[in-house]
């Protein structure tokens, strides 16, 4: 009987207990569309709840445009999970269709909400200055 070397044990191990590696081309991209960003603070702040997904292999937020483009594994995390997170970071955000053609009109239903334009999402406030 042949003997199997420690190393190609060990590493067959780590394959197992880490789950394995993601295949690059099974990844998926989302637009999200997101309410109340006032600033590169919110940016950052949608980013980094974003990218601290398991699951997420990019991401992209666009204050100009109000929009999230998030590159991520859907066996890792769906779709839902991160708007929830930008939702739960303190934005209003939902999920966008931007595949049609612009002569269809990209589809994203953005429902206003009272916290967005109460600025609950930044830290920055209207400063008053003394004249």
């Known amino acids: 009987m042949k003997k199997t070397p420690l190393v190609a044990v060990i590493a067959i ?14 990844y998926e991209t989302a637009s999200i569309s997101i309410d109340g960003m006032r600033c590169g603070g919110c940016t950052s702040k949608v980013e980094t ?12 937020v666009d204050l100009e445009t109000s929009l999230a483009t998030v590159e991520y594994y859907p066996s890792k995390v769906d779709q839902a999970e991160l708007v ?9 955000a939902a999920a966008c269709d931007l595949s ?21 999402s930044c830290g920055t406030k209207d400063k008053k ?3």
Do not use: Q
């Open 129 to 131: 200055t003394a004249i």
């Open 100 to 120: 049609k053609k612009k002569a269809e009109g990209a589809s994203c239903n953005m429902k206003k909400a009272k916290t967005a334009s109460t600025g609950a």
């Open 13 to 26: 191990a780590l394959v197992i207990l880490v789950g394995g590696t993601y295949d690059s081309n099974a």
């Open 84 to 92: 929830a997170a930008v939702s739960g970071a303190g934005f209003t």
């Open 49 to 60: 709840v974003l990218s601290g997904k398991a699951g997420v292999r990019t991401v992209s």
